[in-house]
């Protein structure tokens, strides 16, 4: 995947707007950070992922999924880009943009067929 897969999997999604953060692209929901592009150009930053899950993340595949010193006490798990699955990606982000977005947005999303709750 890249970056432009995950803008086009993202801005189907009612209140997602492209944007940039800390001069990367990012995708954000009513002006809150959904996700970014890392500086190195091919990891993307994953809000959202609490200490566990990022655990079990990266002990189940660590080549996907990693973080840095610099996350380490933020609910943040970094995502190589090039080796990972659009499912994957899509699930999480999915997940987090479900506490961003507004209660009409989401009830929207779910009225399309196949993305239920």
Do not use: C
Request: charged share 30%; aromatic share 8%; proline share 6%.
């Amino acid at each position: 995947m890249t970056f432009d897969d995950v803008r086009v999997v993202a801005l189907k999604w009612p209140e997602v707007t492209d944007g940039t953060s800390y001069g990367t692209p990012a995708l954000k929901v009513r002006g809150k950070l959904l996700t970014r592009l890392k500086e190195d150009g091919e990891s993307l930053v994953v809000l959202g992922v609490d200490a566990d899950e990022r655990a079990m993340l990266i002990e189940t595949q660590p080549k996907i999924f990693y973080f840095t010193d610099h996350y380490r006490d933020w609910p943040i798990v970094l995502l190589r880009l090039p080796k990972a699955r659009r499912q994957a990606v899509e699930g999480l982000l999915l997940r987090h943009w479900r506490t961003l977005a507004s209660k009409r947005a989401i009830k929207a999303l779910e009225a399309i067929p196949g993305r239920g709750p």
